[in-house]
């Protein structure tokens, strides 16, 4: 297989296409949770694809239990994905005062008033951080929770947005008021900032041994620097809704 031929990161189907699909989905979610590198899983999966040609197996025969044989795997590999980088932290934080200053800061223009801070505000922001703090922090053990427990997983996000929509109902007093252009200024410069780091970070997609063409690795990038723009845009998209119900 050439470059050109190269399947795009995050397609493992196309690097294995002789595998069955719950056997292919169970074995590369089982190496993510571990932290394999991408390229390692790429790797993996054309050696089983060639495997199945030769032999004529299916991968349930030749390999048994697909975690089971992904942690066989992981256990010869040293984890190299690092998702709590310093990079990684800044545009987290950058994107979310992003999502949350502009659309307050573009409305609050938009009505000629000033930015509230409210404790509920605060509370919201907090539990928001947290949460996102301990997705980075400790990605595996979060990571398996939400993949391998989803009614554990369900039940603490109810929880969560309970808490969070409670903070905001119950907590209405304001702390401090801020001007709608310097809002709005600090948003958008954090949005872009945000963006930036997206683009600059490397992404650890999974690709074969040929590894991505510069095509396919920039459209990844811009796709990851695009998040928290198009997150934004949902926000002021919702509450243009919501005026437009009133």
């Not at 938009?110 to 919201?124: C, F, H, N, P, Q």
């Not at 934004?232 to 919702?238: E, G, I, Q």
């Amino acid at each position: 297989m050439n470059s050109t031929q190269t399947p795009s990161g995050g397609e493992p189907d196309a690097l294995a296409p002789s595998v069955d699909t719950d056997w292919l989905t169970a074995f590369v979610i089982e190496q993510r949770l571990l932290d394999v590198p991408g390229a390692t899983i790429g790797d993996a999966l054309a050696t089983i694809e060639g495997h199945l040609g030769d032999s004529g197996e299916s991968a349930w025969e030749a390999f048994g239990d697909p975690t089971r044989y992904a942690r066989e795997l992981a256990g010869r590999t040293t984890p190299l994905r690092d998702r709590s980088s310093a990079g990684t932290w800044a545009r987290t934080g950058l994107g979310l005062a992003a999502t949350v200053s502009v659309p307050r800061g573009l409305f609050a223009v938009v009505d000629s008033t000033a930015v509230s801070l409210t404790w509920g505000g605060i509370l919201t922001l907090g539990l928001t951080v947290a949460m996102i703090a301990a997705l980075l922090s400790w990605p595996t053990p979060t990571s398996r929770l939400l993949v391998k427990h989803p009614a554990a997983s369900a039940a603490l996000l109810a929880c969560t947005l309970g808490l969070l929509l409670g903070g905001l109902f119950f907590f209405r007093n304001e702390v401090a008021t801020l001007d709608a252009w310097e809002t709005l200024g600090g948003g958008l410069a954090a949005l872009l900032a945000a963006s930036w780091f997206a683009i600059r970070q490397p992404l650890d997609l999974i690709a074969g041994p040929n590894g991505l063409s510069t095509k396919q690795q920039r459209r990844a990038q811009l796709i990851s620097a695009g998040l928290f723009p198009v997150a934004v845009l949902m926000v002021v998209a919702a509450e243009l809704l919501l005026r437009a119900a009133r």
